[in-house]
């Protein structure tokens, strides 16, 4: 497989809601926006990738997915996402696999992963000799 592309999509109860927390709370820029006009879907980028919230989910979630997301620092973050208003389901800990993490959720319960990596982690060290 050659993936030239990916993205996360995701289908809420209530996309607008989910839109503004994407955009509004967690701070997100918008890649495109398509669609209707009185219901349009948009693409945020995140980081390297995207996240695509359109449409509407067709009842309750079974096994959600998560969104894990890198930031410089997890702890300013935390204070930032606590001032917007998200709910924020485990503050800003130190892993035993040695990243920093804080779990957040969107309106429809989806599980966001904050995460830090320390300098001293092995994800910062280049493995080529």
Same mark, same amino acid.
């Given at each position: 497989?050659d993936?030239?592309?990916s993205?996360?999509?995701?289908?809420?109860?209530?996309?607008?809601?989910?839109?503004?927390?994407? *955009?509004d709370?967690?701070?997100? %820029?918008v890649?495109?926006?398509?669609g209707?006009?009185d219901?349009? @879907? $948009? /693409?945020?980028f995140l980081?390297?990738?995207f996240l695509?919230?359109?449409?509407?989910?067709t009842g309750?979630?079974?096994?959600?997915?998560?969104?894990?997301?890198?930031?410089?620092?997890?702890?300013?973050?935390?204070? *930032?996402?606590a001032?917007?208003? %998200?709910?924020?389901?485990?503050?800003?800990?130190?892993?035993?696999? @040695? $990243? /920093?993490?804080?779990?957040?959720?969107?309106?429809d319960?989806?599980?966001?992963?904050?995460?830090?990596?320390?300098?001293?982690?092995p994800?910062?060290?280049?493995?080529?000799?």
């Open positions: 497989m993936v030239l592309s993205r996360i999509l995701l289908r809420p109860a209530d996309a607008a809601r989910t839109q503004r927390f994407y *955009r709370v967690l701070g997100l %820029a890649y495109r926006e398509f209707p006009a219901s349009p @879907g $948009l /693409v945020f980081g390297p990738g695509e919230v359109s449409g509407h989910g309750e979630t079974g096994s959600s997915p998560m969104i894990w997301l890198q930031v410089r620092d997890v702890r300013a973050e935390h204070v *930032r996402l001032a917007a208003g %998200a709910r924020v389901t485990r503050e800003p800990k130190l892993e035993p696999w @040695g $990243l /920093v993490e804080m779990w957040t959720e969107d309106p319960g989806v599980r966001i992963v904050i995460v830090e990596v320390p300098d001293d982690h994800m910062r060290r280049d493995p080529r000799s």
